[in-house]
């Protein structure tokens, strides 16, 4: 760039966008502290077991509408007011589990819930890839983990000690919260190209990038518009972007990913996470938990500055690596606890290896394999297929995520919680060399530029001459 841009509102617009991942935080965890509080009698409302693995779940499984309706109120509403208006389910289903005494609505409000977080992960992602720089895209990508972590957080910090109905009014507050930030951000000047509205995307654009050279915007979103329109002109359905040979090595590295991410068992960890450690160390579990989330937290923030430093690659390689080993000390663990029982005096002395192994597979999944698939799946897709690609890579997380949560259960009640960790452990080893062989970086590459080595500059050039004769026809006609 010729022109020195002030990136002030990229970073506060791209943090406030950030924020809905708060409410998915909370989400995810809300159940470590409910779960010891639906088993003492503290809560009115009786759960077996199972109802409590399904209640679990279904905020998952609520995501993977979400997905789709993110996708489309994305393309017909814009990025800005589609992340605002994710808030709603999310505020409907906290305050229907506030109030519910049944098991039957308190699933609802899960799937409402899930909802709300399926269409934030569509939305916010496509958002900050648009918006950012490319020498910003990373950092401000880690600080949707950032957000996640943080409500993470304030469910172990604040749950244990609250009541039941305190913690669940909190929940409700966020995507409230959550909702009023955003109604400042600007729309991405991707959305308003796509829809031909030049002024408005000039407009949007230079308060995004805080400048007032006129000439630099309009050499800069004249480049962009080429792109936008050559990409516009090749839209593509779900069925040609899981068919076109152009998409497939796309499609792979981020299906992939997404395994690594979800099947390494990070949401059925954070879910059960009290209920872990109280039968693993003798710390009590909510403070146990507690530590945890700070540690989480500090892991996010340190992660978005290592992206600034180090590239995609690396870091994953690192990722995963340390979450396997750490998963398999765990299991280790678990195994001489459950299956060989040894004695006492000696489990007591190894009787922190729990504790290193899932704060270390807390901090090192933070660094890597946690966050970086989420700014992948918005940088390795052409504009085109990019909010029906994002919605299918979260439609796989949300799969992913309720067979992880749902299976837990059932899997450490019939075969012990060492079968579980070895399991995620064996995914994260596979991990490693999936993202060595398979997986490019994209550090410090423009959108343009990653879709020049996805498809190859003769493929793009081709589309661009296929899209300059089509519209020679038309203007002829």
Known sequence: MTEKTNRRVQYMAGICASLAFTFTGATISWSSPVIPKIKSGEVNIQLTNAQISWVVALAALGALPGCYIGQVLSERLGRRRTVCGAAVPGIAGAAMILFTKTPEVMYVARILMGISNGITAVVTMIYLTEIADKEVRGALGMVVQVMINLGALAMYGIGPFVSYNVLNSFVTTLPIFNMLVCLWIPESPYYHLKD???????????????????????????????????????????????????????????????????????????????????????????????????????????????????????????????????????????????????????????????????????????????????IMQAELFPINVKTVASSAATMISCILNFTVTKSYQSIKDDFGHYIVFWIFAGIAYVGVFFVYFLVPETKGKSLEEIQEFMQGPRQLEAEALNATEARAKTDDA
């Not at 002024?199 to 080429?226: N, S, T, Y």
């Open 196 to 374: 031909e509205r030049y002024a408005e995307a000039k407009k949007a654009f230079m308060m995004i990038k805080g400048c007032k050279d006129q000439k630099w915007a309009d050499q800069q979103l004249g480049l962009i518009r080429v792109h936008v329109r050559e990409s516009m002109e090749n839209k593509s359905t779900l069925k040609e972007l899981l068919c076109k040979v152009k998409y497939r090595k796309a499609v792979y590295i981020i299906a992939g990913l997404k395994i690594f991410q979800y099947m390494t068992g990070s949401l059925a960890i954070q879910s059960y996470l009290e209920i872990i450690f109280t039968h693993s160390t003798s710390i009590s579990g909510p403070y146990v938990s507690i530590v945890y989330g700070f540690v989480q937290l500090g892991a996010g923030v340190g992660a978005t500055f290592l992206a600034g430093y180090y590239g995609r690659r690396v870091l994953m390689i690192v990722s995963c690596s340390g979450v396997a080993l750490s998963l398999t000390a765990v299991g280790i663990y678990f195994f001489l606890q459950d299956y060989i029982k040894i004695n006492p005096a000696t489990l007591k002395a190894l009787s922190s290896v729990p504790l290193i192994g899932v704060l270390g597979f807390n901090i090192l999944y933070a660094v890597g394999i946690g966050t970086i698939p989420y």
